[in-house]
């Protein structure tokens, strides 16, 4: 038994013998150390003047969506996705910023020059290169997912939330009675739109990828699935493709193998015959 785990039933159960069921020891023990962990990132966020979520490909395996937009609109709290983590948060709320990750300057980038709290959400470091939004180091980052974190030089964090990310979310929004404000949301998704419109109304052959991505959005519902290959395009439909629900923009990134786009709007096909497929090549 872990030296954390041992100082958390010591200060639980200080007159407590412990015999046996390991198991349950130790998941109390869990549970007391996640409430102090709630508790020192509600005190980090209540100090923040600017903070922004940071929703990766952890928040959707860990089918957090739902715990994710009720955290961010009960605190007011823009939220900006990896490359896999689209859709976790529907791009037509008030508290979506877009996709980060396409390059150092983009929209979304603009939410993070001005924060100074970035509160990671499921994100893993090889999604992308945490320098985009930390360049100077000087941001405190809170790591909340199911295993700690991997750290490094622009993600160094100053507390983890280890455990489901939904739980850790609810008790987060419930610790924390601040409504954080800022523009930063809506500039981003109207700098968004206008180039999308640019690009819906673009007649030039060959096509534009921006008239690509509008046409494929037109094409299909909110809960129908885009898989996008590697390739520069997979760039513009990181970017500008709206999504709307968890893992419906699928997108090959990390290794980045080609070729997946194809065989998974198949499998899409298969697994769930009522929804459009749609592979996306460069």
Same mark, same amino acid.
């Given at each position: 038994?872990?030296?954390?785990?041992?100082?958390?039933?010591?200060?639980?159960? !200080?007159?407590?013998?412990?015999?046996?069921?390991?198991?349950?020891?130790?998941?109390?023990?869990?549970?007391?150390?996640? /409430?102090?962990?709630?508790?020192?990132?509600?005190?980090?966020?209540?100090?923040?003047?600017?903070?922004?979520? %940071?929703?990766?490909?952890?928040?959707?395996?860990?089918?957090?969506?739902?715990?994710?937009?009720?955290?961010?609109?009960?605190?007011?709290?823009?939220?900006?996705?990896?490359?896999?983590?689209?859709?976790?948060?529907?791009?037509? %709320?008030?508290?979506?910023?877009?996709?980060?990750?396409?390059?150092?300057?983009?929209?979304? *980038?603009?939410?993070?020059?001005?924060?100074?709290?970035?509160?990671?959400?499921?994100?893993?470091?090889?999604?992308?290169?945490?320098?985009?939004?930390?360049?100077?180091?000087?941001?405190?980052?809170?790591?909340?997912?199911?295993?700690?974190?991997?750290?490094?030089?622009?993600?160094?964090?100053?507390?983890?939330?280890?455990?489901?990310?939904?739980?850790?979310?609810?008790?987060?929004?419930?610790?924390?009675?601040?409504?954080?404000?800022?523009?930063? !949301?809506?500039?981003?998704?109207?700098?968004?739109?206008?180039?999308?419109?640019?690009?819906?109304?673009?007649?030039?052959?060959?096509?534009?990828?921006?008239?690509?991505?509008?046409?494929?959005?037109?094409? %299909?519902?909110?809960?129908?699935?885009? %898989?996008?290959?590697?390739?520069?395009?997979?760039?513009?439909?990181?970017?500008?493709? !709206?999504?709307?629900?968890? *893992?419906?923009?699928?997108?090959?990134?990390?290794?980045?193998?080609?070729?997946?786009?194809? !065989?998974?709007?198949?499998?899409?096909?298969? /697994?769930?015959?009522?929804?459009?497929?749609?592979?996306?090549?460069?």
């Amino acid at each position: 038994m872990s030296a954390t785990y041992r100082a958390a039933i010591r200060t639980g159960l !200080p007159h407590t013998r412990v015999v046996g069921d390991h198991f349950h020891v130790v998941q109390l023990a869990n549970k007391m150390f996640s /409430a102090a962990q709630v508790a020192q990132a509600a005190a980090l966020m209540r100090s923040a003047r600017h903070p922004i979520v %940071l929703a990766g490909h952890g928040a959707a395996r860990n089918g957090a969506a739902a715990s994710l937009t009720a955290f961010a609109g009960s605190l007011g709290l823009p939220v900006a996705t990896t490359f896999h983590g689209k859709g976790v948060i529907a791009d037509d %709320l008030v508290n979506s910023m877009g996709s980060i990750g396409f390059m150092r300057r983009d929209y979304t *980038n603009f939410g993070f020059d001005a924060a100074d709290l970035v509160i990671a959400v499921g994100y893993e470091l090889q999604e992308f290169d945490p320098a985009r939004i930390n360049p100077q180091r000087d941001k405190k980052i809170i790591h909340v997912h199911r295993f700690p974190a991997e750290v490094g030089a622009h993600y160094s964090i100053d507390l983890g939330i280890i455990g489901d990310i939904s739980q850790s979310l609810d008790a987060l929004s419930a610790a924390v009675s601040d409504r954080f404000r800022g523009p930063v !949301p809506a500039r981003c998704r109207e700098m968004v739109q206008a180039e999308l419109d640019r690009g819906r109304a673009d007649g030039r052959y060959p096509l534009a990828p921006q008239r690509i991505v509008a046409d494929t959005r037109a094409a %299909l519902g909110r809960d129908d699935v885009v %898989l996008v290959d590697t390739g520069a395009l997979k760039m513009w439909m990181a970017r500008l493709y !709206p999504t709307y629900a968890p *893992n419906t923009c699928l997108i090959s990134n990390g290794l980045s193998a080609m070729g997946f786009a194809l !065989p998974g709007a198949l499998a899409v096909a298969l /697994a769930e015959p009522g929804r459009q497929g749609a592979g996306r090549g460069r």
